[in-house]
T-cell receptor, first 114, second 111 residues
């Protein structure tokens, strides 16, 4: 069965620190990859996605992610976090054969200290 | 566009009661989904639909039912509520297999 692993359950950073959240998946075929963010009390919003092409994907609010096929990874990065980035971040994978169904990781909670 | 809307926002049920969680989208998306979110567990797919009249089970369908009579609406039915169904429920929709757009969620507590 497909699975998505997010390595960190809770990350605490100070403002201006750099961020990297890990995401690995366990499917060997064609995949579409997503990062969603859930701000406190809000619903999930799309940060960025990778379908094909340039493996370095830029999203909203200065976030980017790099798809490394050989490592089955899609890590999320941001050079300098802000207090407003405090949220929970979910990596999700859709395999080429599924009917749009996403497999979500368990999420990483990011707390940014002002 | 309102996007994906869900009602109610909060609900407390007693064990054995039933209820329907409503979900509607105005983006003319053909695909719709129901997820539950439990702390530290991410989102689990309950049911999904690829079009009106077509539904299928996801990862955790037990205790739930769905119907899709129109493109816009995708209600989720709990017949005999159990404490294990205490969760936050999210509805989502997408155009084919592209990006899913999520509703604001329904927080359900079963006591």
């Amino acid at each position: 069965a497909q699975s998505v692993s997010q390595h960190n359950h809770h990350v605490i950073l100070s403002e201006a620190a750099s961020l990297e959240l890990g995401c690995n998946y366990s499917y060997g075929g064609t995949v579409n990859l997503f990062w969603y963010v859930q701000y406190p009390g809000q619903h999930l919003q799309l940060l960025l996605k990778y379908f094909s092409g340039d493996p370095l994907v830029k999203g909203i609010k200065g976030f980017e992610a790099e798809f490394i096929k050989s490592k089955f990874s899609f890590n999320l990065r941001k050079p300098s976090v802000q207090w407003s980035d405090t949220a929970e971040y979910f990596c999700a994978v859709k395999s080429g054969g599924s009917q749009g169904n996403l497999i979500f990781g368990k999420g990483t909670k990011l707390s940014v200290k002002p | 566009n309102a996007g994906v809307t869900q009602t109610p926002k909060f609900r407390i049920l007693k064990i054995g009661q039933s209820m329907t969680l409503q979900c509607a989208q105005d983006m003319n998306h053909n695909y719709m989904y129901w997820y539950r979110q439990d702390p530290g567990m991410g989102l689990k797919l309950i049911y999904y639909s690829v079009g009106a009249g077509i539904t299928d089970k996801g990862e955790v369908p037990n205790g739930y039912n769905v119907s899709r009579s129109t493109t816009e609406d995708f209600p989720l039915r709990l017949e005999l509520a159990a404490p294990s169904q205490t969760s936050v429920y999210f509805c989502a929709s997408s155009f084919s297999v592209d990006t899913q757009y999520f509703g604001p969620g329904t927080r359900l507590t079963v006591l």
